[in-house]
């Protein structure tokens, strides 16, 4: 079946750091990837996504690459802020279907 | 667009009884998902309707669970019998039919079930 790893959090960075969370999957066919991030208190928020291999997604200074032969699609940002202090999912959704398949999130804190 | 609201945000129950969530999607939304999602995980799906069919059943959908969108609107979820397992937060999602950003899933808050 499909499924989805990350890194193991929490991640804890000062502010203007380079930030890396790596996502790996495993999915029959030629899934879709994205990043979905939720602020303390709210809901799940998509973050970006990508629909095929080396695809980039970006949004908010975040990016990830859709790397087929690595199955990977690592979250990156260059220099974070504590407004980015969140909890990060990596998702995979198979092409033909409808549900997500998540990870098991990661921790930010961005100190000041 | 008032976004997916779910009520109520919390909900503390005795083993044994039943509860019931409610989910309002975004209104021109078709398509309505059930996660549930326990403290260090990520989501698991559920369930999804697209309108008011139900199209598709996780196995973690036992048979004290039960999920219904009547008028293709709002959704109920309900279990019964609890078991102090069943304890997690509860999100639902919907979003359009179609491709690209059409398939945008948007989250509601959540329904965080305690059961005692």
């Known amino acids: 079946g499909n499924s989805v790893t990350q890194m193991e959090g929490p991640v804890t960075l000062s502010e203007e750091a380079f930030l890396t969370i790596n996502c790996t999957y495993t999915a029959t066919g030629y899934p879709s990837l994205f990043w979905y991030v939720q602020y303390p208190g709210e809901g799940l928020q998509l973050l970006l996504k990508a629909t095929k291999a080396d695809d980039k997604g970006s949004n908010k200074g975040f990016e990830a690459t859709y790397r087929k032969e690595t199955t990977s699609f690592h979250l990156e940002k260059g220099s974070v802020q504590v407004s980015d202090s969140a909890v990060y999912f990596c998702a995979l959704r198979e092409t033909s279907g409808s549900r997500l398949t998540f990870g098991e999130g990661t921790q930010l804190t961005v100190n000041p | 667009d008032t976004g997916v609201s779910q009520n109520p945000r919390h909900k503390i129950t005795k083993r044994g009884q039943n509860v019931t969530f409610r989910c309002d999607p975004i209104?021109?939304?078709?398509?309505l998902y059930w996660y549930r999602q326990t403290l260090g995980q990520g989501p698991e799906f559920l369930t999804y309707f697209q309108n008011e069919a139900q199209l598709e059943k996780s196995r973690l959908l036992s048979d004290r669970f039960s999920a219904e969108r009547p008028k293709g609107s709002f959704s109920t979820l309900e279990i019964q019998r609890t078991e102090q397992g069943d304890s997690a937060m509860y999100l639902c999602?919907?979003?359009?039919?179609?491709?690209?950003?059409?398939?945008?899933?948007?989250f509601g808050s959540g329904t965080q079930l305690s059961v005692l």
């Open positions: 209104s021109e939304h078709n398509r």
């Open positions: 999602a919907s979003s359009l039919r179609g491709t690209g950003d059409r398939e945008k899933l948007f």
